[in-house]
């Protein structure tokens, strides 16, 4: 199993240039997540999937959409990018079996993102 | 709704030395915690976890033990290495509301030296 992969590893934007990050998971898992993380701000949460076909916005996210259209896939698009949008961004996934909250996330390695 | 307040960093270690790096937390519910790490230039992964009051998680000499009374899930080990030398997120997850939002602290920075 690849577990969470995403892709790329690295971009540098201009600003007002759009993009999307792609998540892949081959665990079957139902929840998928997008964070961001900053220094000394920990991980913040853009938006969240419960299962194909569903989205909901975390703590932060304004300036991206998402999209959910297969299982294993989960897109993060910046339609117009800003240069607070330099990141590193995580995407999760998690199983949905017995009592979900028991079971942890799985992370992919980043995409440290750049805007100019 | 739920909280983590971990530390502040960063902890400097030496090499051998006794580390605790404390964590609370507050929830609606029955909480499960975990305690996560994040290695220079790489994703987060589990280190350990407990699900009920009194559970003990551990892992590579790592441990927590879950307290309901204090509200607690205090990170600690015996004897760190410079490889230990990492990010350590504590975290919980909540049936509340019925979703599964993880809650993450804001993260630990351990440094270990030689």
């Known amino acids: 199993n690849a577990g969470v992969t995403q892709t790329p590893k690295f971009r540098v934007l201009k600003t007002g240039q759009s993009m999307t990050l792609l998540c892949a998971q081959d665990?079957?898992?139902?929840?998928m997540y997008w964070y961001r993380q900053d220094p000394g701000m920990g991980l913040r949460l853009i938006h969240y999937?419960?299962?194909?076909?569903?989205?909901a916005k975390g703590e932060v996210p304004d300036g991206y959409n998402v999209s959910r259209l297969k299982k294993q896939n989960f897109l993060l698009g910046l339609e117009s990018a800003a240069p607070s949008q330099t990141s590193v961004y995580f995407c999760?996934?998690?199983?949905?079996?017995?009592?979900?909250?028991?079971?942890?996330?799985?992370f992919g390695p980043g995409t440290r993102l750049t805007v100019l | 709704g739920n909280s983590v307040t971990q530390m502040e960093g960063p902890v400097t270690l030496s090499e051998e030395a006794f580390l605790t790096i404390n964590c609370t937390y507050t929830?609606?519910?029955?909480?499960?915690l975990f305690w996560y790490v994040q290695y220079p230039g790489e994703g987060l992964q589990l280190l350990l976890k407990a699900t009920k009051a009194d559970d003990k998680g551990s892992n590579k000499g790592f441990e927590a033990t879950y307290r309901k009374e204090t509200t607690s899930f205090h990170l600690e080990k015996g004897s760190v290495q410079v490889s230990d030398s990492a990010v350590y997120f504590c975290?919980?997850?909540?049936?509340?509301?019925?979703?599964?939002?993880?809650?993450f602290g804001r993260g630990t920075s351990l440094i270990v030296h030689p």
């Open positions: 999937s419960v299962g194909e076909g569903t989205t």
């Open positions: 665990m079957n898992h139902e929840y």
């Open positions: 929830a609606t519910g029955y909480p499960s």
């Open positions: 975290a919980l997850s909540s049936t509340s509301g019925g979703s599964y939002i993880p809650t």
């Open positions: 999760a996934s998690r199983p949905l079996t017995g009592f979900g909250s028991y079971n942890e996330q799985f």
